[in-house]
């Protein structure tokens, strides 16, 4: 047991797991009792851009005030919410929570459970501190891992299923920087939804990476009586200092039988394509790294640090074309919307899925299709790789109506309360 200064959200790490229905609206008020600015972002929810948690489309919670966010939720599926403000500290000790938006499906399982995967690096007194002039020079670049690696906010945690029984698992990446590729020690899984929501059809596979920001829903079992594995983390090469590692989050011990009610079906819902290969790319955007007199490296996006991207308009298909001109990885993050992949390096993806992170692979480019429905305001994109967002890698952009210029204003509902 490790005793550690952790900040979180209703005294717990991870905070409390959100639920709601499909096209609930969610009411939450957000007390600061920290003793610095935040705000909340709703990864992944479809919300309106006043509501979006981010420190250019509401002022900051300053120390003992509060504010409410309300928004519906649209879409099923597994998100998370996390602080957007000096995200390298906040994140890194604990504001983050599951927020799930259950979905009608045919998918019946013996059993649910939420896995938010995360790392803390810790010094020998289990403080947060920064190291050396190197070691932070390191961290930078590589984004901050941690040897203590929490499921829940727990190390070693413990599962237990009952044999012949299938459980469902939505698993959410939320370390600063760690790249997870999900492992049951060779067992097979199914997946059956990514980022937002369900795929087309259950998939089984033995591996899945999970890069920072990115989830998945997996269908695990049925096992037998006294079998006993890990949740393993495969060893990734991001081309980082760091070297890439195997390691163990869980243990699953599987007990007595159970009668089971579990049943997937194999169609889980359709996923119309907004564009096929050939649509005509309407923006480029890449990111890079570059030569810095200060900090040795800039993380880049378009060439600028912090940037901003012209704005689209309302109702207008986007192909964008999101390339990684660096020789590390950098998983893309956009705000607000999901995307469809089209292609990566030419190459359509094996299965079709919405998405909001997809992991930019070095020297590769993808692209995605997406439409700005009708939530005129400011986004932003950015690389989920916490130090990587901070240094400089993300870009704003207005999503604009035709008709009524966007005039940009903090809108009412943000004043304080
Ligand atoms: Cu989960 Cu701006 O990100
Ligand atoms: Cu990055």
Redesign the pocket.
């Given at each position: 047991m490790k005793t550690i200064q952790a900040w979180g959200f209703n005294q717990s790490v991870p905070g409390p797991v959100l639920r709601a229905k499909q096209g609930d609206t969610m009411i939450i008020k957000v007390n600061n009792e920290l003793d610095e600015p935040t705000v909340v972002?709703w990864?992944?929810i479809r919300l309106p851009a006043s509501m979006d948690g981010?420190g250019e489309v509401q002022k900051p919670i300053q120390p003992g005030d509060s504010f409410i966010y309300r928004f519906e939720v649209p879409d099923a599926g597994t998100f998370?919410y996390?602080s957007?403000q000096n995200?390298t500290q906040q994140m890194e000790r604990g504001m983050y929570g599951a927020l799930i938006v259950e979905d009608d499906s045919k998918i019946v399982t013996d059993a649910e459970r939420v896995l938010m995967i995360d790392d803390m690096k810790l010094l020998k007194d289990h403080s947060f501190k920064k190291g050396s002039f190197i070691e932070r020079w390191k961290e930078r670049h590589d984004g901050r891992e941690g040897d203590t690696l929490l499921i829940n906010g727990r190390e070693n945690y413990l599962i237990e299923m009952h044999e012949g029984q299938r459980e469902r698992w939505r698993i959410i990446n939320a370390s600063s920087a760690r790249y997870v590729r999900i492992y049951l020690g060779g067992k097979q899984f199914t997946l059956v939804g990514t980022d937002g929501g369900l795929i087309e059809a259950p998939m089984d596979i033995t591996e899945m990476l999970l890069t920072?920001?990115e989830r998945i829903d997996i269908i695990v079992g049925p096992f037998l009586n006294g079998e006993l594995f890990y949740i393993e983390s495969l060893p990734y090469n991001r081309m980082t200092f760091l070297k890439a590692k195997h390691n163990a989050f869980a243990t699953v011990r599987v007990k007595e039988a159970k009668p089971s009610i579990a049943s997937v079906p194999s169609l889980l819902r359709e996923i119309t394509p907004l564009a096929d290969n050939n649509a005509v790319v309407t923006r480029r955007v890449k990111f890079s790294v570059g030569p810095s007199w200060r900090h040795g490296i800039n993380f880049l996006i378009n060439g600028d640090l912090h940037t901003n991207d012209a704005p689209v308009y309302v109702n207008e298909l986007q192909i964008w074309e999101v390339s990684n001109t660096s020789l590390m990885d950098h998983p893309f993050?956009l705000?607000g919307f999901f995307f469809q992949v089209v292609e990566e390096n030419g190459k359509s993806p094996k299965y079709k899925a919405w998405k909001?992170?997809y992991n930019l692979k070095p020297k590769t480019k993808i692209k995605i299709a997406w439409i700005p429905d009708n939530r005129p305001g400011r986004w932003?994109?950015?690389c989920?790789i916490l130090e990587h967002?901070e240094a400089g890698m993300?870009a704003h952009f207005d999503v604009m109506d035709r008709l009524t210029p966007f005039s940009p204003q903090l809108p009412p509902s943000c004043a304080h309360v």
């Open positions: 972002h990864h992944g981010t998370w996390h957007h995200e920072p920001g993050h705000h909001d992170t932003m994109y950015h989920h967002h993300m």
